[in-house]
């Protein structure tokens, strides 16, 4: 017996020579572009009763059908066992130095089968057990988070009493955040301040800008500790200090000034470093350190300090800069 078909329609004769997947993201609005990718991948799209490829260019007047609900079932996080570098627990908490290149959670248009393995979450729940569940099944403990390609100390509740209050410090602006920053080119003058409000960018939606109106407020803070002029170019290395957590913030903040964070491609900066002798340097992450950290304790209310130091390859890639 043939599986049921949830959603059968006709490609009109405009869709020749469109790829289906193309087709699909334009013509279904209502279902996330990660859904249709998965549909696909999971030969869930039949293209005049045939399984077919996202490659697959229509000819016009093909009966496509989708043998998949609109939205895929909610996710929860999986126990994974991933080395783990805790600086601090306790029974309410925990402050995590995370690498780079780890996700702090999945992503929602991730499957139950390709999940994106290795996240925090994952390692979280199996180092530490019991996390508080106010962030939902995807997101258990956490309270803020950093992005993939960006290291340092990340803080995780353990209960939901402790997220709840540590939560209230976050948008009360009691949390003290501090990151360390290699950009491009010389920033002048040695300090200042960023308050330019972020919003996501109309056209590629995985960046934001500050050049839309209405944006969310979004302040960065930030001192230069020293200005190097290498054979690569010239690069300015910055402590910065953040009043708010908006999305890429100190990212994109920075890229606005025409100074973005080495190794963020994502936002201007080159793939590759190149010397006046051709010679070429590349670092396969974001210079971007989360190097302090300090709030009140939920329960005790004793103010709580930590601190990381670069990790090795950012050490590394500086020592090969001077």
Not at 213 to 233: M, W
Request: net charge positive; glycine share 8%.
């Amino acid at each position: 017996m043939s599986k049921p078909k949830l959603l059968v329609f006709p490609a009109p004769a405009e869709a020749a020579g469109k790829r289906l997947d193309q087709f699909l993201v334009f013509h279904l609005p209502s279902m996330s572009r990660a859904r249709i990718q998965q549909l696909i991948s999971e030969k869930k799209v039949r293209v005049n009763d045939l399984e077919s490829k996202p490659s697959l260019r229509l000819r016009g007047g093909e009966r496509i059908a989708l043998l998949g609900e609109p939205q895929p079932p909610p996710l929860r996080a999986i126990a994974e066992e991933i080395p783990l570098e805790i600086v601090y627990e306790d029974d309410d908490l925990a402050v995590i130095n995370k690498p780079a290149g780890m996700m702090v959670h999945a992503g929602s248009g991730a499957t139950e089968d390709a999940r994106n393995r290795g996240t925090l979450v994952n390692a979280l729940l199996h180092h530490l057990g019991k996390l508080s569940a106010i962030g939902g099944e995807l997101r258990p403990g956490i309270v803020h988070r950093l992005d993939k390609a960006t290291s340092g100390l990340i803080l995780v509740a353990k209960n939901d009493e402790s997220h709840r209050k540590l939560a209230e410090q976050f948008s009360s602006r009691h949390v003290k955040k501090t990151y360390i920053a290699l950009v491009h080119g010389w920033v002048k003058p040695g300090r200042g301040t960023i308050s330019s409000g972020i919003s996501r960018d109309r056209i590629r939606r995985t960046r934001m800008t500050t050049r839309r109106q209405g944006g969310r407020e979004a302040i960065t803070h930030y001192t230069v500790q020293r200005r190097i002029d290498s054979s690569f170019g010239k690069v300015t290395l910055l402590e910065l200090r953040i009043d708010t957590g908006r999305t890429h913030q100190i990212r994109v903040h920075l890229a606005s000034l025409g100074h973005p964070v080495v190794g963020d491609t994502l936002y201007g900066a080159p793939q590759k470093l190149r010397a006046r002798n051709s010679e070429t340097l590349s670092l396969p992450r974001n210079f971007l350190h989360a190097a302090a950290l300090q709030f009140h304790h939920p329960r005790t209310g004793v103010v709580l300090s930590f601190s990381s130091t670069l990790p090795g390859e950012l050490n590394q890639f500086l020592a090969q800069l001077e």
